[in-house]
């Protein structure tokens, strides 16, 4: 059972999409009645050139997965969707409309397929209110609206966090804004704090890696977690001295993509063992694995680094250090982090990615009329 706001009742489905499992959810009146994640061969996969193309295909597999357990279309009154890479965005609820569609189907602002939810989440609303229409149900009904929240490149960082060492390159947001924002709002319950007296690092440890800095209820500086900016992670190589990876790039032996690949998803602990099980490595290293051991301390002094930077943004007036992610669940790498950093502030470990339930929680806010549904222009930043 999620948290909604004043019990506001009725069912929300949920779509969250990624490079080869498209998970989704269904909840009703706040409890969840059926969660399920659908796994996509390398087969399946294989026959679309570009992961945008995938969108019909994971329609599809969500409408028969629903229609299989008996869940009917025409009763579900919103569908929220994971957040893809789009620009220019603040953080909140945003409407999936022509121009977000344009911008995730081309990869306009980078391509993954967190892209797909939205246009699967939108696929699915409409054909809810084809069917409404059919049925002659249409008029009693509000129309079902698909919609995203909290999307990874909302911006909301300090215009010294943008700096970069040279005005072509300005740092920019790319964050797990969904489930570090929803990790924020789970702390603030807990600790009866409010978000405008409440400043916290949060580290969100999957196969990506972003440390982000929340005060007052926006998110002033991050890491980026899909361009080099940040920590060794699992896939990720993480910061790079740039004069080897130029070297590399006019080398000959690689083409562009494959650098890129070698950056992101063959990276970090897959490029030195083959594996993004983190559970893999502690196990080694903890057999006394020498390469294993050193890796895992690396792994650890990056992340720890990258959390004191970020208190060094608020002269360190940090109130906590939230660890979060499915790689929290590792105490050996929690205990870890905390004995490195719990001297700027307390650290409190959330494991996990929640996403399911934020995007549900951030639906029943919707239908109880207690957010602000921003418009998306391709454009330009529209704050309505």
Known sequence: M???DNNTRGTVLVVNTGSITTKFAVYRDGACILEQKLEHSVEE?????????????????????????????????IVMCRGGLFTPCITGVYNVNADMREVLSTSRDGNHACNLSALIGDNIAREINEIRSKAGTAAGNAPCVAYVADPPMADEMLPECHIGGIPEFPRKTLFHALNTRAIMRRYLRETGRKAEDTTAVICHMGGGVTISLHRGGRV???????GGDGPITPERAGCCPPYPLIDMCFSGKYTKEEIKKKLIGRGGAVAWFGTNDM???V????AGEEKYVVFLKAFVLNISKYIVAQAAVVDGRVDAIILTGGVAYSKDITDAITAKVSWVAPVVVYPGENELDSLAENGYI???????????????LIED
């Open 279 to 281: 559970r893999e490595i």
């Open 283 to 286: 196990k080694h290293a903890n």
């Open 2 to 4: 999620i948290t909604t």
């Open 366 to 380: 919707i239908l109880a009329g207690k957010t602000k549904i921003h418009t998306y222009c391709k454009d330009r």
């Open 220 to 226: 002033i500086d991050t890491s980026h977690g899909l």
């Open 45 to 77: 996969l294989s026959k679309f050139a570009d992961v945008m193309d995938q969108d019909g295909m994971r329609t599809r597999a969500i409408l028969g997965a629903l229609a299989e357990k008996g869940i009917r279309l025409q009763d579900i009154d």
